[in-house]
């Protein structure tokens, strides 16, 4: 039986793609190519290309994944889309030159520590000096949880995947300091989830 359209659709994506753009607008206002980090359905990358024609839009994930890219660009195709590369964090990353903006939504709970941190090596490596990373989702604080929602949410995560689950902010801006990376904004979105804005500020060698 074919796949349909609703079988590669996020509820969530579709609550939050409007949200993210926000933010997203100034602070890429000036880049020319975005590399998104786990793109999922594929949702959020025909929404913030269409909206953000000036750059083009380089979807990636995982092989499992790809199908249901491919149906929403062939569904909702705009010039400035790219087909997904096929890239998995922790190994080499399949780019042939720098970019000067990284998004990634929802991925880094998802992910174990150690993937998280060759996540931001490789953010190190790909994102040219004054590049901008933003990542979205939900993120602990001074050693909390923000909300009842997160903590229930995290134990859910760790349910299906013990290596998984809400990382602290604390530790990501950390991590991202190491590869040069600045925290430049932090905003509190819908269902307790938060936009980080970092910029490359540093070379690290």
């Known amino acids: 039986m074919p796949h349909t359209q609703q079988d590669y659709f996020s509820q969530a994506c ?9 933010q997203l607008l100034p602070i890429l206002a000036n880049s020319r190519e975005v590399l998104e980090i786990g793109s999922g359905t594929g949702q959020h990358a025909v929404y913030f290309a269409k909206h953000l024609s000036h750059l083009i ?10 199908q249901g890219i ?7 195709p705009s010039h400035n889309l790219r087909p997904p590369l096929l890239l998995d964090v922790t190994k080499a990353w399949p780019l042939t030159q720098k970019v ?3 998004f990634t939504a929802n991925t880094l709970h998802i992910m174990s520590s150690t993937m998280v941190e060759a996540f931001f090596i ?8 004054q590049g901008q990373l933003c990542i979205y989702g939900p993120f602990n604080q001074n050693g909390h949880y923000t909300s009842k929602s997160n903590q ?11 290596l998984s689950g809400i990382k602290a902010l604390e530790w990501i801006t950390t991590l991202a300091s190491q590869q040069g990376l600045s925290l430049q904004s932090k ?5 307790n989830n938060l936009f980080l804005h970092f910029q490359k500020t540093k070379n690290i060698e």
Do not use: C
Not at 14 to 22: F, M, Q, R, S, V
Not at 59 to 66: E, G, K, V
Not at 152 to 162: E, M, Y
């Open 14 to 22: 579709e609550n939050n793609k409007a949200p993210i753009l926000k």
């Open 57 to 66: 839009w380089q979807t990636s994930d995982r092989q499992a994944y790809h």
């Open 70 to 76: 491919h149906h929403w660009l062939s569904s909702q």
């Open 100 to 102: 000067d903006a990284i």
């Open 122 to 129: 490789g953010v190190g490596q790909h994102l040219f000096p």
């Open 152 to 162: 229930h949410f995290d134990l859910h995560l760790k349910q299906n995947n013990p």
């Open 187 to 191: 905003v509190t979105m819908p269902a």
